[in-house]
């Protein structure tokens, strides 16, 4: 079983401001996460994954996020807002079943970033 | 270019009809999902497939239908019988035994 739990549903920001968005997951295998982010209207474009390799992952438009095992969190941070981070953003888990067998990708809620000038 | 694609991009159906949303991609993956958005539920599964002519249902199938006849192809039908099928209906992808899922643009669905 798995879940994901984002805190916050709403996060509002200064522009040039520190954006953290935060994400609780419960895996009874080891976790691959994802965080996705999603424009109005659009599809989800993937932000960064985590794959058991190092702990910080770095993705797109200047966002990272750090996996803590012994938290179970996977935050995302971005050191200074822009204007165009305003988007919904969603974290995600898949269990590693291993193989070539099916793990169900779990979505939380999604948290709606706001940047104000 | 290589990419997922759906259409329409925006879908209007009047109570009591079907409708079937198109999914596309050219990326050789093996498997496609069905996902359906609602404000502030995140996203849900619907129907998934990992090889042609093979698909297993998601946590929501009731009102829905897929098929999957060609591996770049996995139209979904939304029937009569779904009871609230007003959503963004978004569509991903991916290699089998791959965790990364690729979306597509989405269809919005408004019901009459």
């Known amino acids: 079983a798995q879940s994901v739990t984002q805190l916050g549903s709403h996060v509002s920001v200064s522009e040039g401001a520190l954006v953290l968005l935060r994400c609780n997951y419960s895996?009874?295998?080891?976790?691959?996460l994802f965080w996705y982010v999603q424009y109005p209207n659009q599809g989800l474009q993937l932000l960064l994954k985590?794959?058991?390799?190092?702990?910080l992952v770095k993705g797109i438009n200047g966002f990272e996020a750090e996996f803590k095992k012994s938290e179970t969190s996977f935050h995302l941070t971005k050191p200074s807002a822009h204007m165009s981070d305003a988007a919904e953003y969603f974290c995600?888990?898949?269990?590693?079943?291993?193989?070539?067998?099916?793990?169900?990708?779990?979505f939380g809620q999604g948290t709606i970033l706001t940047v104000h000038p | 270019d290589g990419g997922i694609t759906q259409s329409p991009k925006y879908l209007f159906r009047k109570e009591g009809q079907n409708v079937t949303l198109s999914c596309e991609q050219n990326?050789?993956?093996?498997?496609m999902y069905w996902y359906r958005q609602d404000p502030g539920q995140g996203l849900r599964l619907i129907y998934y497939?990992?090889?042609?002519?093979?698909?297993q249902k998601g946590d929501i199938a009731e009102g829905y239908s897929v098929s999957r006849e060609k591996k770049e192809s996995f139209p979904l039908t939304v029937t009569s019988a779904q009871k609230n099928p007003t959503a963004f209906y978004l569509c991903?992808?991916?290699?089998?035994?791959?965790?990364?899922?690729?979306f597509g643009p989405g269809t919005r669905l408004t019901v009459l």
């Open positions: 497939s990992q090889i042609v002519n093979d698909f």
């Open positions: 995600a888990v898949i269990g590693d079943a291993g193989g070539t067998s099916y793990g169900k990708l779990t």
């Open positions: 990326l050789n993956h093996d498997a």
């Open positions: 991903a992808s991916t290699y089998r035994g791959e965790r990364t899922q690729y």
């Open positions: 985590y794959t058991s390799a190092a702990t």
């Open positions: 895996s009874s295998v080891p976790p691959y």
